[in-house]
């Protein structure tokens, strides 16, 4: 099982080939992103947060079909789409996806971007999704294979500290076990040669995003 999450962000266009299902995906709204839902005619299976951006009348029918409510207080230490994650991991979900977690609101978009990075989060598969984008984080001791087209745009972005031993095969540029160095842009806008692609990391944490290509 998989876990589709619906933040309350932007979310234009549909992730392309993404489909949904009611028996095998657990759809959780965080909070202000049950519009999502509502604008796509999609039931979720439990909303999750304080409440602050639902209207009282969607809560209520959703409750009446049966929908799970977690509510929790407004002075809380997460945001919603965390504790939406947290309940994703308490049901034993290690495939995640993330959908209207970018927006207008920096501190919200570059929070919900940099949560990939807790260590909470090491060993699952969790992917903010967007347009033809998708963001996820490698962490220290991790490997990874891409499959895309030819010409995807792949970038790295080192958080926190140097990301070390950085294999790259498959690439335009590649790397044999080097070092990116946090806050510098030499990672940025990779492109695959083929239809796959491999990511090493020995230490430290990289954010991938993918620019899936028309």
């Known amino acids: 099982m998989r876990a ?31 519009r999502h839902c509502l604008n796509r005619q999609i039931k979720p299976h439990i909303i999750v947060g304080d409440m602050d951006s639902v209207q009282p009348k969607d809560l209520s029918k959703f409750e009446q079909q ?27 979900i290690q495939e995640i996806f993330i959908l209207g977690a970018l927006g207008e609101r920096w501190d919200m978009t570059l929070s919900n971007v940099l949560i990939l990075a807790s260590p909470m ?18 962490h220290g001791g991790q490997d990874v294979t891409i499959n895309g087209r030819t010409g995807d745009v792949v970038s790295l972005l080192p958080l926190a500290q140097d990301a070390v031993g950085v294999t790259l095969a498959g690439f335009e540029y590649s790397l044999d076990s080097e070092t ?35």
Not at 66 to 87: C, N, P, Y
Not at 122 to 137: D, M, T, Y
């Open 180 to 214: 990116l160095p946090m806050g510098t842009t030499r990672g940025v806008s990779n492109v695959l040669k083929g239809r796959s692609a491999r990511i090493g990391l020995r230490l430290g944490h990289l954010l991938v995003v993918i620019s899936r290509s028309a």
């Open 66 to 92: 049966g929908v799970e409510v977690i509510r929790f207080s407004k002075h809380k230490d997460q945001t919603d789409l965390q504790l939406a994650i947290h309940v994703a991991l308490q049901r034993n």
């Open 4 to 34: 589709i999450i619906f933040a309350n962000g932007a979310m234009d266009n549909w992730p392309a080939g993404m489909e949904l299902s009611a028996e095998s995906d657990l759809l959780i709204a965080a909070d202000g992103g049950l």
């Open 121 to 138: 989060l090491k060993g699952a598969e969790v992917k903010i999704l967007e347009n033809g984008q998708e963001i996820f984080c490698l």
